[in-house]
């Protein structure tokens, strides 16, 4: 199957001309589902089962690595120089491998797979290095334990940042800026919790502000490539999908007060309104990634309603729920471009615009 850019990479090399690559992509798209061939969303991390299989055991060497070391370790392995030599191990194996499927062979799931297992050891050794001076001294107060805690996490979230972020400029991995972005919301996370004091809808508020930034971090990356055929394309997908949940998430922390707590009919109705925007700019964008994080709590706000509705029938509640949802996403996902050409009809072709809402050809 082929896709934009490898069309466009076959005219850049001059195999193709740039007529003869725009004729082959008409013919491609007419022959296919326009959803699956041309699509702006192809998960290209996945080129066949071997990448699977050899992600499965990259994660249980690692583990083994990680195991290996503890024995080493012995009965120190609960301190704090015991967690960082255990760990230590396991960041620098993962490294090296990285260098070869990630560097050398370009074997994208499995370099995801080590890219979550640099990320995930540089913040326990961070963490760990920092953790100490407050492990040695007594902890004699709430607030000292967690004030403790929380440089531990900052120490653990700026080394997953700066691994993350090394793991992209070193083998220009698109997938590594959804953990980049996300041991960034941990750093905002750690420091609102500290402020808060558990605060929910100042919780809500941060969350909703951060998920929006790294939408519009992502939108930036959308806008340089609005024909959806380069990396900047597979950096931006990345970030809607660190996005969408923070920002679905913090709406609920500001409309039921928390992320976890059960709606009721107007905070039901309040929560679907939200969420239709959310589906319009979704569709605006292009991109899948507010929808699909969006849909748990579409489910959850039309149970609550059509709950309140049927005066408790639950019969009744999960049936008309599961063809509400059901033919909502099936209606959304089969008539994803007339949707699209519908709600576009009215915005220019041309200029800014365009770049953060790409025109549907036709």
């Known amino acids: ?12 090399e001059g195999i193709l001309t740039a007529e003869q690559a725009r004729a082959f992509e008409n013919f491609v798209q007419q022959r296919s589902d326009p959803d699956r061939g041309l699509s702006s969303e192809n998960l ?6 071997n990448d699977i299989f050899l992600s499965v055991g990259l994660t249980i060497f690692v583990f083994g690595v990680g195991v290996a070391a503890a024995f080493l370790v012995g009965d120190s392995g609960s301190s704090r120089w015991g967690i960082v030599w255990i760990m230590l191990p396991v960041l620098a194996s993962s490294w090296a491998l990285a260098e070869y499927f990630a560097g ?3 074997l994208l799931l499995p370099a995801m797979t080590l890219v979550l297992a640099i990320c995930g050891s540089a913040f326990a050794v961070c963490a760990a290095l920092i953790a100490p001076a407050f492990q040695d001294s007594s902890v004699g107060s709430f607030d000292e334990a967690a004030g403790a805690v929380s440089t531990a996490m900052y120490a653990g979230f700026l080394g997953s940042a700066a691994a993350a972020l090394a793991s992209h400029l070193r083998f220009n991995l698109p997938f590594a800026l959804a953990p980049f972005a996300l041991s960034i919301a941990g750093l905002l996370y750690t420091a609102i919790a500290q402020a808060g004091q558990g605060d929910q809808i100042l919780g809500g508020a941060a969350t909703l502000a951060i998920g929006v930034a790294t939408l519009i971090a992502a939108i930036w990356f959308d806008m340089k490539d609005p024909l959806r055929a ?4 597979d950096k931006a997908f990345w970030l809607h999908l660190a996005a969408a949940p923070q920002i679905i998430f913090g709406i609920r922390g500001l409309v039921l007060g928390s992320g976890f707590a059960p709606a009721g009919a107007a905070d039901a109705s309040a ?12 569709v605006a964008l292009n991109r899948r990634a507010l929808i699909v ?13 059509l709950n309140s509705v049927s005066g408790g029938d639950t019969g009744q509640t999960l049936m008309l729920s599961a063809l509400l949802i059901g033919g909502s996403i099936v209606l959304l996902g089969g008539g994803w471009r007339t949707a699209r050409r519908a709600l576009l009809r009215f915005m220019p072709a041309t200029g800014t615009i365009s770049r953060i809402f790409p025109p549907e050809p036709a």
């Open 44 to 49: 290209r991390f996945l080129t066949n089962f």
């Open 271 to 282: 929560m679907i309104l939200v969420l239709a925007f959310f589906a319009l700019l979704s």
């Open 293 to 305: 994080s969006g849909l748990l709590t579409f489910a959850t706000a039309i149970i609550a309603l």
């Open 1 to 12: 199957m082929f896709d934009r850019r490898e069309i466009r990479a076959a005219a850049e």
């Open 104 to 106: 050398r062979r370009r």
């Open 230 to 233: 380069s990396l900047s394309s």
